[in-house]
């Protein structure tokens, strides 16, 4: 499964379901609001990206824009993209909806439009990354953009969730799957063409990509499951998320010699 493959499966997937999500997972994110992950971390609380005021900010594999939005009321001068027009779509409804307004980018992460050197930050929560079979090839991307001393921080999916299968309830909790099988989970439509692709990376493979690309880790963050947070996010739910991890947020920086 090629990239171009997991390009068209993905970029149909996110058009035709995007109203679908929306409709699920829109009121949990919010029209202006950073959240990282079902766990339900904001960015307000956990300032994984520091301070953003007058800093240019790039929002990779953005969606419907609200983290981006929220950037823009922090002060910060965010420009979102995704490869996705029906997500885009959204982010200009939420736009007219809120008075907020972020410019909007149709793009491929694998080849991004922006100058070298052209933001401070740059920033994903489940964007693009699990999307994209060369996710070595996007951090070199996002290294590109970014100014020296720039961060760059990412939340997927944790690693360790591959080992089982998506179910939020007793059937998540007993390993199924090799942590070290890299193969993609592919869905297909009747005639066998890829409809929705998305990859897996170990630990260290993410931290070698990292590496790679020539940025440098400064944290990973592991949300534990918060008291009182009964919601269920696909395979997100209470009863695994307190036993273990369902996300991982790499904070990343791009040195400055």
Not at 201 to 224: F, H, K, M, S
């Amino acid at each position: 499964m090629g990239d171009a493959e997991a390009r068209r499966a993905n970029r149909g997937w996110w058009d035709t379901d995007a109203d679908d999500y929306q409709a699920e997972h829109g009121a949990f994110l919010g029209d202006v609001d950073f959240v990282w992950c079902p766990e339900g971390l904001r960015e307000a609380d956990a300032r994984l990206l520091g301070d953003v005021s007058g800093r240019r900010v790039l929002e990779v594999g953005a969606g419907a824009a609200a983290a981006a939005r929220w950037l823009a009321t922090q002060g910060a001068r965010p420009v979102a993209f995704d490869l996705s027009a029906g997500m885009l779509r959204h982010a200009a409804e939420a736009a007219d909806r809120t008075g907020v307004r972020v410019p909007l980018v149709q793009a491929d992460a694998l080849a991004l439009p922006f100058a070298d050197r052209s933001f401070d930050v740059a920033c994903t929560a489940f964007g693009a990354i699990p999307f994209v079979d060369d996710s070595a090839a996007l951090l070199a991307e996002v290294h590109r953009v970014l100014r020296p001393g720039g961060r760059w921080v990412f939340s997927v999916t944790h690693p360790m969730r591959w080992i089982f299968l998506d179910d939020p309830g007793e059937g998540g909790l007993t390993a199924v799957h090799s942590y070290f099988d890299r193969s993609p989970y592919v869905e297909q439509d009747e005639s066998g063409v890829a409809t929705y692709v998305e990859q897996h990376r170990t630990l260290g493979d993410r931290i070698r990509e990292l590496v790679g690309a020539g940025l440098r880790l400064l944290d990973l963050v592991e949300p534990e499951w918060p008291e009182g947070h009964e919601g269920v996010w696909g395979q997100w739910s209470p009863l695994r998320g307190r036993l273990f991890p369902g996300t991982a947020i790499f904070v990343t920086e791009k040195p400055t010699g």
